[in-house]
């Protein structure tokens, strides 16, 4: 089983900056990708950025030049660097990894962009 910890969401201004964190464990052999999605309220959940071991990283058009996504893969840990937040990034993030074609999701972690 493999398990994934989300950290980092809270309350942040317009304009404001914030750096989510996911660590995973457990059963752990090869990831072939890790991602963030979010889902605002009564919306589906969608792709925020994504990266693959050795690739590039892909990003939602609404968040590029804005978000960061990187990873420690010592560490099995993926962050998003989110800048210049807007309140339409409010929603909950989700941290997303794939390891021999099976998809594994942390708990989700909320974001609130407010003055």
């Known amino acids: 089983q493999v398990q994934l910890v989300e950290s980092g969401g809270g309350l942040v201004q317009p304009g404001g900056s914030l750096r989510l964190s996911c660590a995973a464990s457990?059963?752990?052999?090869?990831?072939?990708?890790m991602g963030w999605y979010r889902q605002a309220p009564g919306k589906q959940r969608e792709l925020v950025a994504s990266?693959?071991?050795?690739?590039?990283?892909n990003y939602a058009d609404s968040v590029k030049g804005r978000f960061t996504i990187s990873k420690d893969i010592a560490k099995n840990t993926v962050y998003l660097q989110m800048n210049s937040t807007k309140p339409e990034d409010t929603a909950v993030y989700y941290c997303?990894?794939?390891?021999?074609?099976?998809?594994?999701w942390g708990q989700g972690t909320q974001v609130t962009v407010s003055s």
């Open positions: 997303n990894i794939l390891q021999l074609r099976t998809n594994y």
């Open positions: 457990g059963r752990i052999f090869v990831i072939n990708e």
């Open positions: 990266i693959t071991t050795g690739g590039s990283p």
